[in-house]
């Protein structure tokens, strides 16, 4: 505490992301980054930087990613928001939509950001419960609200909801803004960008950071029909003009545009999660079904999950651990590469006796 902190910063309970460890020999399956490189073609891009492009100020609206993102989902490029990581995309969706008189609806259980922006925003929410296996109830969501926020596959549980569930939650609700946050889509979801010119209060944000490798980059997307859009960019406009620097937009339209090294490390993640699901199950553990690049695993009654984290952490394995209701039993463990995750499978025997 300082005497020099406004109220708000005294108030807030800032986010605490998963650790980064400075030692680099770690088993790293904490933060739901990929397991393997960005395409060769981002790297290329960026070597090709010269002094100029950093001597100028960028594009602020960052035009041709915009475009080469639109024509990518199919839709017009003044339907594409960009900021610096979705995070910043969230931040401002809460800020310039969100913040109504009635209360923000999202799951008890989702990412642990959103309570935070209420917080610094000023929003009311309320928890809506997932059911008892872990899914989202659309039916829950027929209560007043200023609008609902959903990540889809939900986060830290992984479950995905049907595109004809998420049609069901934007047609009770045409007058709120109802925000899909897929971070995790391309593991395994249908995006729910088809539905953007049908629904003028739906919301779809993503980001490079998990799919395609590049957390490291910071560059998130929202999509939207062109009025929620301009909503964005007003704040935008309002908090800093450029979000994303000249090397961040020329490297992802490098990314957009190399189709097959997406889909490889893509499909790889999808088939060492089914391989680590196993090979969890065959150690007693129970996972949720996942459609993300993660698993979410209770290793079951007896076995403290807190404790088991702990000592995980000691062998050099990170995972995460939320110290939280309904979910204090639960590890969330990123699906890594091959050999990552059986360093975990061959360290969990001797831990769990
Ligand atoms: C990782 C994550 C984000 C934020 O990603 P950025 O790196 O800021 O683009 C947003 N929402 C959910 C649910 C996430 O898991």
């Keep these: 505490m300082s005497r020099f902190w406004s109220d708000l910063t005294r108030r807030l309970t800032p986010y605490v992301p998963g650790e980064q460890p400075r030692h680099q020999r770690l088993v790293k399956l904490n933060t739901n980054e990929a397991p393997y490189p960005p395409s060769p073609q981002v790297l290329a891009a960026i070597q090709g930087i010269d002094g ?32 610096n990581g979705s995070d910043e995309v969230l931040a401002h969706t809460f800020l310039g939509l969100l913040q109504q008189e009635q209360p923000l609806l999202f799951p008890d259980i989702s990412y642990s950001f959103y309570p935070v922006w209420c917080q610094l925003y000023g929003i009311d929410f309320e928890p809506v419960p997932l059911g008892e296996d872990f899914t989202v109830d659309v039916a829950a969501y027929a209560r007043p609200n200023g609008g609902i926020i959903v990540p889809n596959p939900n986060a830290p549980t992984g479950i995905l909801l049907g595109l004809a569930d998420i ?27 088809t539905l953007i010119n049908d629904f003028a209060n739906l919301l779809v944000v993503q980001t490079l950071s998990k799919s395609r490798a590049l957390a490291g980059l910071r560059v998130g997307m929202a999509f939207g ?44 993640v999808i088939a060492t999660r089914a391989r680590l699901t196993r090979g969890l199950e065959s150690l007693g553990f129970s996972v949720l079904p996942s459609a993300a690049n993660f698993v979410f695993a209770t290793p079951g009654p007896g076995c403290d999950a807190q404790a088991l984290f702990l000592a995980l952490r000691e062998q050099g394995i990170v995972v995460r651990y939320f110290d939280k209701p309904r979910i204090s039993d639960y590890l969330r463990i990123t699906v890594g590469t091959d050999e990552q995750c059986d360093a975990l499978l061959e360290a969990l025997p001797a831990l769990l006796a």
Excluded: C, M
């Design 52 to 83: 100029e492009a950093l001597r100028r100020y960028p594009d602020p609206e960052s035009t041709a990613l915009r475009q080469a993102l639109a024509k990518y989902y199919g839709l017009a490029a003044d339907q594409v928001f960009l900021g």
């Design 167 to 193: 049609r069901r939650l934007l047609q009770a609700n045409s007058d709120r803004v109802v925000v899909i946050d897929e971070a995790y889509i391309d593991f395994g979801g249908e995006s729910a960008v």
């Design 225 to 268: 029909q062109v009025h929620l859009i301009d909503g964005l960019q007003r704040i935008k406009n309002s908090f800093n003009s450029y979000p994303l620097d000249a090397i961040a937009q020329r490297a992802v339209i490098a990314s957009l545009a190399d189709e097959d090294w997406f889909q490889d490390s893509r499909d790889k």
